[in-house]
């Protein structure tokens, strides 16, 4: 019986430390898991990509989706103004590689052509983060007025 319960904690327990956050478990964003419908969107809505690159493996990822994707406000900019992709850096290389990405968590904002508009490598606060993709939204909406 102690065996069957011990057996049946450390299952909860791996569930637990290797399941999705809360940002991925909930899908309060509802995540592109490929680049080439996220960039089909984004020309159809006008709306850049939020790449967002992580490794099972990473503290500062789990952190990341924990407390800073999984924010409201975080969510609620990504949801409004862009094309979320959550890219699995582990089977993901060849999209890593491409997009230069040598650690994560990274962030990178994509036109919906798929040039690189912004970059922020690293476990970002959700504040912080918020305040950045908005000035990254208004500098694409002044721009796009501009050419106009």
């Known amino acids: 019986m102690f065996a069957r319960l011990l057996l049946f904690a450390m299952s909860a327990a791996w569930v637990v430390a290797f399941s999705p956050s809360k940002a991925f478990a909930?899908?309060?964003?509802?995540?592109?898991?490929?680049?080439?419908?996220?960039?089909e969107n984004a020309a159809r809505?006008?709306?850049?990509?939020?790449?967002y690159a992580s490794s099972?493996?990473?503290?500062?990822?789990?952190?990341?989706?924990?407390r800073t994707l999984a924010d409201p406000i975080?969510?609620?900019?990504?949801?409004d103004h862009f094309v979320p992709l959550a890219v699995d850096g582990d089977r993901e290389t060849e999209t890593l590689d491409a997009l230069k990405i040598e650690g994560v968590p990274t962030?990178?904002?994509l036109s919906p052509s798929g040039e690189v508009i912004a970059r922020i490598s690293g476990f970002i606060p959700p504040q912080e983060l918020?305040?950045?993709l908005r000035t990254i939204g208004a500098d694409r909406q002044?721009?796009?007025?501009?050419?106009?």
């Open 74 to 79: 975080v969510s609620g900019v990504l949801r």
């Open 26 to 39: 909930d899908e309060a964003i509802s995540w592109h898991r490929s680049i080439r419908p996220a960039l």
């Open 56 to 66: 099972s493996s990473c503290r500062y990822c789990r952190e990341m989706e924990r």
């Open 107 to 109: 962030l990178v904002v």
């Open 45 to 51: 809505l006008n709306r850049p990509v939020l790449l």
């Open 130 to 132: 918020a305040n950045r």
């Open 142 to 148: 002044a721009a796009s007025s501009k050419s106009r």
